[in-house]
């Protein structure tokens, strides 16, 4: 028996060794069908009966099939599963359990079983619940999918769901950090300068708790402003070893979702202790610099302090006093500081777009609420005098904190951002010489040079090449060594201005009081926690999107009902048709390319290019402005389906 289980074995082995094969990623559609496409580009079809053995983000290895000039693969190899830990919705039916993954590529229900910790009785049909997949039909010994239930998140009829299962696809903390109310100032052994009787005020949003920041501006004789920025001082009442720095280590940011914050911090700290109330006096950190008249920063100075907002602004109120608007006016003490911070930001934005780099401006938009989540609106912000003011004044402190940091110290939490992956920076270069755009690849490379390269094709305001650019674009990263930061132009960015919701921020914190009281420096941040922290801002980003798709699915649906038109900017193009963003609100949705034409043979999608031709003329590329018309609202996906609207 045993020789023959061995020869069968060697069969087998000879047959896969003679055989065509291939090894990629499967891409399941929703007509039971899928593709397995190669880390080259190729794309091999997979009939239905074979994608029942595997699910969409499987890596697998296939056999080859060709039947003339049609080639298929039958999976018969995982590599890697595609679904691990995963959130999904319960199926009870008769008394068996299923799951559902809530996964718009993956329609499988999955037979599961319930973690014995867990009571089953307390599990209804529809519950979403966090499972991971235990059993695969191409592991060895298993014959089908199996699921374990390990946790259930929210019960169906909850109005949290939109949060919560958000929260957990994520694998975000739901809640904010549980601490104790009693949090005594520590004594650090710093000298705190008494800047109490200062103006200073705060400006944010409306409803705004986690205040950081509080300025103080004075116009300098001579021409100039010195600036005076007042941060709040968390690791004044937290020691690096508390279970609170420990517990901030790990959220590593304030989680912000339309409707709910997740604070970093506890909240007796984040909205609180630390935040910067209008008449409460609080221990800072604070740095003083000088702004020069044509917009260039000067001389700094950092040091511990205690001070008192003396008014918390609204960011409309402000630009609307300053632009002469509405009736609110700010008191004596604070109107002259306003008007100085006003010129400092317009000489600050000038000397940045110059000699640095700026970014466009893009409005934001806000959800409004009520107490169940339900959306009563969508506000569209622009990017205001106000919020100019307070983002020119943050640019130029944490400029200076990279300064020190990199000076004094060697190393930080420093945010450091590559205009090209070193690995797409040629293809970057051939993509400009084929847009007749000659630049020296060093242009893609080098500081210096990419400033001037970056400026120049923002002034053909061509949206087209803008979006097609960002295809070869990197991504910012936290590292603990000073680094460019090609977005902003600047040599060195490190943030200090958010210690309440951002943990690298307490780092530098304690890193700039080492260098006051002239202690040598804690060693450099692990590279370990510098990747956690550019995970957990990419995965909060992700999670704020989703939250987002849920809310404008359900305030949209009465829009797709009715086939309202929209303005839209087309923002992406695949292979399936393109996707845009309404200019209305903000919300996406997707075009699909039978949409297009009735004839789907004469769509043809340059996916690559980023352009589409109907019925051989190019109607639409990316960046291009059009109007569409809504005509579906799955919630299921939290997607929109939109046609255009000729």
Known sequence: MLQNNALLAQLKQQIRSTTPRVEGVIKATDKGFGFLETDDGESYFVPPPAMKQVLHGDRVAAVVHEEGDKRSVEPDTLIEQGLTRFVARVQKREGRLAVVPDHPSIKNVLKSRIKNSLDEESIGDGDWIVARLVRHPLKENDRGFFAQIDEL??????????????????????????????????????????????????????????????????????????????IADPTAYVDEQHAADLEARTRAFTVYLPGQNVTMLPEVLADDLCSLWEGRERPVLACQLEVNADGSLGDYRFFAATATSHAKLAYDRVSDWLEGQGEWAPDAA???????????????????????????????????????????????????????????????????????????????????????????????????????????????????????????????????????????????????????????????????????????????????????????????????????????????????????????????????????????????????????????????????????????????????????????EERYKLGDAIRVALVEAREETRSLVARPAE
């Open 153 to 230: 998140v929210v019960k169906a009829d909850d109005p949290a769901v939109p949060w919560r299962v958000t929260l957990a696809r994520h694998a975000l903390e739901q809640a904010s950090p549980e601490a104790g109310d009693e949090w005594p100032l520590r004594d650090e052994g710093l000298a705190r300068e008494d800047l109490t009787a200062e103006p200073f005020f705060t400006i944010d949003g409306e409803k705004t708790r986690d205040m950081d920041d509080a300025l103080r501006v004075e116009p300098r004789d001579g021409g100039g402003w010195r600036l005076s920025v007042a």
């Open 334 to 616: 604070i109107a002259p500081q306003l008007e100085a911070l006003r010129d400092l930001t317009e000489a600050r934005s000038a000397w940045r777009a110059e000699h640095a780099l700026v970014f466009k401006d893009r409005p934001d938009y806000e959800f409004d609420l009520d107490e169940a989540g339900n959306v009563l609106g969508i506000r569209t912000e622009q990017r205001r005098i106000a919020n100019r003011m307070i983002e020119e004044s943050m640019i130029a402190a944490n400029a200076c904190c990279a300064d020190l940091l990199a000076d004094k110290v060697g190393h930080g939490i420093f945010n450091v951002h590559r205009a090209f992956d070193p690995d797409k920076a040629e293809a970057a270069h051939e993509f400009l010489s084929a847009q007749q755009i000659e630049v020296e690849r060093e242009a893609l490379t080098e500081l210096p040079r990419y400033r001037e390269l970056k400026r120049a094709l923002e002034s053909r305001e061509d949206a087209w090449l803008d979006i097609r650019l960002r295809r070869f674009q990197g991504f910012t990263s936290m590292s603990a060594l000073p680094g460019p930061h090609f977005g902003l132009g600047l040599a060195a960015y490190a943030t200090w201005t958010s210690p309440i919701r951002k943990y690298g921020d307490m780092v530098n914190h304690r890193l700039i009081k080492q260098v006051l009281k002239g202690e040598s420096a804690s060693a450099e941040a692990s590279q370990q926690l510098t990747e956690q922290l550019t995970e957990r801002r990419r995965l909060n980003r992700m999670a704020e999107r989703d939250v987002k798709d849920w809310l404008y699915v359900r305030f949209l649906t009465p829009a797709a009902k009715a086939q309202e038109t929209f303005e839209a900017e087309i923002m992406a193009i695949n292979r399936g048709g393109m996707r845009v963003r309404l200019t209305a609100n903000g919300a996406t949705a997707f075009v699909p390319a039978p949409m297009m034409h009735s004839d789907r043979d004469k769509v043809v999608i340059d996916d690559k290019e980023g352009r589409i031709q109907v019925e051989g």
